[in-house]
């Protein structure tokens, strides 16, 4: 199996790709559980690159014409699954937020009147 230049500057890529992710995760700058996905795609495509030969049995298997429409839909399916996961996570942290904004009102009002008591 002879690795051509382009197959070469994808690995070559997606290594630097996950290096920034493992970068990112000591820095704690990436959660391990937000970055996950992350992680799932950047090993699948590499999988994919050091295997070209699997992304064309999976397009046959589909019934896609082309490996690329494969790679494509592929592709669009991942950056929907990490939207959906980022959505979710912008889901919980607002009613995070909306908690601890009427947790803090609550707060903020027994301080008024403890104050006013005391005056």
């Known amino acids: 199996m002879a690795i ?6 994808f690995i070559i890529g997606i290594v630097i790709f996950l290096v920034f992710i493992i970068f990112f995760l000591r820095k704690k700058a990436l959660s391990l559980k937000y970055s996950l996905l992350w992680l799932f795609s950047a090993f699948l495509m ?5 295997f070209p030969t699997t992304l064309v049995c999976i397009a ?3 019934g896609f014409a082309l490996p690329s429409n494969a790679i494509f839909s592929l592709l669009f399916g ?3 699954a990490i939207l959906l996961s980022l959505t979710s996570i912008v889901s ?3 009613e995070r937020i909306k908690t601890l904004i009427q947790v803090n009102a609550l707060l903020e009002k027994r301080i008024r009147e403890l104050e006013a008591k005391s005056n």
């Open 92 to 94: 919980k942290q607002t």
């Open 78 to 80: 991942l950056v929907i």
């Open 60 to 62: 046959h298997i589909f």
């Open 4 to 9: 051509n230049s382009l197959q070469l500057s």
């Open 46 to 50: 590499l999988i994919l690159s050091i």
